[in-house]
């Protein structure tokens, strides 16, 4: 599976912002998704991830109301709505991709996803 997010750039604090991802190679609808990002000098930390069937989602707590995670399987894309931005959302944004398992639970954790986009640049100005 082949992924490739978009949407980033600079925006202002308080603006909104969405970016997507864009799945090739692959059934879409048999992999959970994940959104990780990487500030500047930091490591890559967990955002939000939603199941293969997008019944499960989660968000890290930094995020939770301020972000929605969806996927649209007819347009092998997934996406994260983000509002409210602040300068410390700043960062690299990936987008990551595992198969599905019986259990209807997106993983939070870097390691265990397999497939990983080129990352997009999301830049918060105050």
């Known amino acids: 599976v082949q992924l490739v997010e978009s949407g980033g750039g600079l925006v202002q604090a308080g603006d909104s912002l969405r970016v997507s991802c864009v799945a090739s190679g692959g059934a879409f609808n048999d992999y959970a998704v994940g959104w990780f990002r990487q500030p500047p000098g930091k490591e890559r930390e967990f955002v939000a991830a939603?199941?293969?069937?997008?019944?499960?989602?989660y968000f890290a707590d930094s995020v939770k109301d301020r972000c929605t995670i969806s996927r649209d399987n007819a347009k092998n894309t997934g996406y994260l709505q983000m509002s409210s931005l602040k300068p410390e959302d700043t960062a690299v944004y990936y987008c990551?991709?595992?198969?599905?398992?019986?259990?209807?639970?997106?993983?939070?954790?870097?390691?265990?996803?397999?497939?990983w986009g080129q990352g997009t640049q999301v830049t918060v100005s105050s």
């Open positions: 939603i199941s293969w069937s997008g019944r499960t989602t």
């Open positions: 990551a991709a595992v198969a599905r398992t019986a259990f209807d639970l997106p993983p939070r954790e870097p390691y265990q996803y397999d497939y």
